[in-house]
């Protein structure tokens, strides 16, 4: 495997757990989202 592969693989990774930190996020109330948006 590649080093390209590697650094793709990471980032797949990374994406993916930042939809699920986002998803986790998404179920608090929407005024603590704003508070951290600011």
């Known amino acids: 495997m590649t080093y ?3 650094r793709r693989r ?3 990774q990374q ?3 930042l939809r699920a930190y986002m998803h986790t996020c998404w179920q608090a ?3 603590t989202i704003l508070i ?3």
């Open 10 to 12: 990471l980032a797949q």
């Open 15 to 17: 994406l993916h757990d």
């Open 36 to 38: 951290w948006i600011k």
């Open 29 to 31: 109330p929407a005024d």
């Open 4 to 6: 390209d592969d590697k």
